[in-house]
């Protein structure tokens, strides 16, 4: 039992200089940190986004590629049957 006691004991004397250090640290105010998180947030689902979207739009050019018929010589025309797997 007094094992225990330690054991918790130590968890909160670390929680407790843990908050303190970080408090003493922090280089902004809770605001200033806030609006960076939410801006940084922002960008990076804009980023993700923008990622998606470059890639839809290679994926579909090489669909459109790769679905094109060469005897055919038109685009959209579907590749036979025999050749699909």
């Given at each position: 039992?007094?094992?225990?006691?330690?054991?918790?004991?130590?968890?909160?004397?670390?929680?407790?200089?843990?908050?303190?250090?970080?408090l003493?640290?922090?280089?902004?105010?809770?605001?200033?940190?806030?609006?960076?998180?939410?801006?940084?947030?922002?960008?990076?689902?804009?980023?993700?986004?923008?990622?998606?979207e470059?890639?839809?739009?290679?994926m579909?050019?090489?669909?459109?590629?790769?679905?094109?018929?060469?005897?055919?010589?038109?685009?959209?025309?579907?590749?036979?049957?025999?050749?699909?797997?």
């Open positions: 039992m007094q094992r225990l006691l330690a054991f918790a004991g130590g968890i909160l004397s670390g929680a407790t200089v843990g908050t303190l250090v970080a003493l640290f922090t280089p902004a105010s809770g605001n200033e940190m806030r609006d960076d998180i939410e801006r940084r947030k922002q960008n990076a689902i804009m980023a993700g986004r923008a990622a998606a470059a890639k839809r739009a290679q579909e050019a090489e669909l459109a590629a790769l679905t094109k018929s060469p005897l055919a010589g038109e685009t959209g025309a579907t590749v036979p049957a025999t050749i699909r797997r």
